[in-house]
């Protein structure tokens, strides 16, 4: 079992940033990959960042593509979001994920285990 645990959510004006962070524990080193996912209310969640933890290798969807930035740190088991430049459409829950397997790290449903979410309201 991985547990994952977001923080960092909140309220922010436009063209602000923001720094989500999620603590994993548990059978961590069972995970292959971990993203971040955002979900708006009568909508699916939209897989937006995602990094491979043996190589760092990233994925971001375009919808967020040079404005977020996916990173983690091993020693202290988490993983961030760092989001520049937001915009009032960028409002939603956001979840952190674990995928226990690599094949399928850019797809939202290839993840396992799923944080309980932190909010993000981005005012115009």
């Known amino acids: 079992q991985v547990q994952l645990i977001e923080s960092g959510g909140g309220l922010v004006q436009a063209g602000g940033s923001l720094r989500l962070s999620c603590r994993t524990s548990?059978?961590?080193?069972?995970?292959?990959?971990t993203a971040w996912l955002r979900q708006v209310p009568g909508k699916g969640r939209e897989l937006i960042a995602a990094?491979?933890?043996?190589?760092?290798?990233?994925y971001y969807a375009d919808s967020v593509e040079g404005r977020f930035t996916i990173s983690r740190d091993n020693v202290k088991n988490t993983v961030y979001l760092q989001m520049n430049s937001l915009k009032p459409e960028d409002t939603a829950d956001y979840y952190c994920?674990?995928?226990?397997?690599?094949?399928?790290?850019?797809?939202?449903?290839?993840?396992?285990?799923w944080g309980q979410g932190t909010q993000v309201t981005v005012s115009p």
């Open positions: 994920a674990a995928a226990s397997r690599r094949t399928y790290w850019r797809r939202s449903s290839g993840y396992d285990y």
């Open positions: 990094i491979v933890n043996s190589d760092s290798s990233t």
């Open positions: 548990g059978r961590t080193f069972s995970s292959a990959a």
